[in-house]
């Protein structure tokens, strides 16, 4: 395959991104209760990552762009409709189930960051939450956990998305977001 037949889809920043974002979450995740100063700065670097997703949201390049992505709910569903009978239609960008996954995910690993800011506050009185004091701590707790259990849930079927999408359209879309580089045409047309 020559360079011609491919497009510049995922920018540098996107990509660093992504897999700090995954790294931080499995730090994070795997280090909960027995790691709590690793746990905790895992934390930190997921909030400093979710605010440089949300800026790049706006300013990154014309695929990272949330305006060019974002659509309604009935299109995200319409597109897994098609996605489990593998016929779906090919998107250079984020496709619309990716939307509504970039949505789903940004949101529940920021009521993770939030919620975990208030465990630490109460428990240890430090961070960004140490005046909350300790009253609702159980309840921050459970809160923090089940959105941390939910979003390793939905990477699971983000991991499994990408699986079947690059299934239908016989193109490596992990590997997309390595190098940056997607295929500019359908790979089904050639």
């Not at 020559?2 to 979450?25: C, M, S, T, Y």
């Not at 009185?125 to 939905?154: C, D, Q, R, V, Y």
């Not at 490596?172 to 390595?178: G, P």
Request: proline fraction near 3%.
């Amino acid at each position: 395959m020559n360079n011609q037949e491919l497009i510049k889809v995922w920018d540098l920043p996107l990509r660093i991104f992504h897999w700090l974002l995954v790294a931080g979450f499995i730090v994070a995740y795997l280090t909960e209760d027995d790691l709590l100063t690793v746990h905790v700065w895992a934390g930190y670097m997921v909030a400093g990552l979710l605010l440089f997703r949300l800026a790049w949201g706006y300013i990154g390049n014309q695929y990272a762009r949330f305006s060019s992505f974002l659509c309604r709910p009935a299109l995200s569903l319409a597109f897994v409709k098609d996605l489990f009978a593998l016929k779906t239609k090919r998107y250079i960008g984020h496709n619309p189930a990716g939307a509504a996954m970039i949505v789903l995910l940004l949101l529940c690993l920021t009521i993770t960051v939030l919620t975990g800011f208030a465990v630490y506050g109460a428990d240890q009185a430090a961070g960004p939450l140490a005046s909350i004091g300790s009253s609702n701590e159980k309840l921050w707790e459970e809160i923090h956990e089940f959105f941390a259990n939910f979003t390793l849930m939905l990477v699971a079927l983000h991991v499994l998305g990408v699986a079947i999408e690059s299934y239908i359209h016989r193109e490596n879309l992990a590997r997309s977001m390595v190098t940056g580089y997607k295929k500019s045409t359908d790979p089904e047309q050639k």
